[in-house]
């Protein structure tokens, strides 16, 4: 085994602990894993990352499924409805420059690593309703599966938010639940980008491995480290790995401005957490 492949599959084991703790971000980590650690061309990696990511979540969703945390009926509205929009976008992406669609994906990263440094609102638990948006629901499974099948990115952090407020599902519901959607989506949009590209399956399948085995890990560890903290420092790593690629992949002076901000970035963060007896990234409001 190369150090190379090693790296690749210790990292990879992150791709199933995200999906197992937070019901998403899988495909935020394994799209830079594979094209910057793996070396795959960025459209390899994006198919590539939605084998991996279905895969994973499948085993997941079994876990939660066994512990009344899926709503089937929503899951196949969703799920079908996302399937189309990911075989679409995934068809498409496999004409899109690379440069183009890494450019696109880090940005994605960069939105999502906001949402989840600014978390959700607190919410009244209630009921899960019986009569579902069926417009809505068909309408956002179609956006979120074309975002998915085109960059890779977009899963359980656009798709649990939409289920607790669409669906009406508590918070640990939409999390399993979302793990459906992820799997069926992603499966959809592999489909169109093998219209075009090739994998080498064997990597792909050790990765998929190393993530199946993190997302176990990942669900053992459910409910012992509190969700909010794990959410909010995740995404502060996945804003600088959107920044990271951001300066990897715009020229010139672009790329280098990019680079500083992101440096800037994590400096300030390390000096607020351990300089600032105030800080926001660890005060009462980082549990919230």
């Known amino acids: 085994m190369t150090l190379t492949l090693a790296l690749t599959l210790l990292l990879s084991i992150m791709i199933g602990l995200s999906l197992g703790l937070l019901g998403g971000g899988g495909s935020i980590l394994t799209v830079p894993i594979l094209t910057y650690v793996a070396g795959?061309?960025?459209k390899e990696a994006i198919a590539a990352s939605l084998f991996v990511v279905g895969v994973t979540s499948v085993f997941s969703a079994v876990t939660h499924a066994r512990q009344g945390r899926v709503k089937w009926r929503t899951a196949l509205i969703f799920g079908l409805a996302s399937m189309?929009?990911?075989f679409l976008g995934g068809l498409a992406g496999g004409y899109i420059p690379g440069t183009v669609l890494m450019i696109a994906f880090a940005v994605m990263m960069v939105a999502t690593s906001l949402a989840m440094i600014r978390g959700r609102k607190k919410e009244k638990e209630s009921s899960e309703r019986t009569d579902l948006p069926l417009v809505k629901i068909l309408i956002e499974g179609l956006v979120v599966g074309l975002v998915t099948g085109l960059v890779g990115a977009g899963g359980g952090f656009l798709v649990v938010p939409a289920l607790a407020l669409l669906g009406g599902l508590s918070m640990p519901v939409a999390v399993g639940t979302s793990l459906v959607v992820i799997a069926m989506k992603s499966f959809a949009g592999l489909g169109g980008y093998l219209t075009s590209v090739?994998?080498?399956?064997?990597?792909?399948?050790a990765v998929t491995a190393a993530a199946i085995v993190g997302?176990?890990?990942?669900a053992r560890l459910a409910g012992k480290i509190p969700e909010a903290a794990l959410r909010k420092g995740f995404g502060v790593f996945v804003l600088v790995m959107g920044f990271f690629v951001l300066a990897q992949e715009l020229p010139g002076v672009g790329g280098l401005i990019v680079a500083g901000a992101a440096g800037a970035a994590a400096v300030a963060a390390l000096v607020c957490w351990f300089a600032v007896s105030r800080c926001p990234l660890r005060s009462k409001a980082f549990a919230g």
């Open 40 to 42: 795959l061309d960025p």
């Open 215 to 218: 997302s176990v890990i990942g």
């Open 84 to 86: 189309v929009g990911a």
């Open 198 to 205: 090739s994998l080498d399956w064997a990597l792909v399948g």
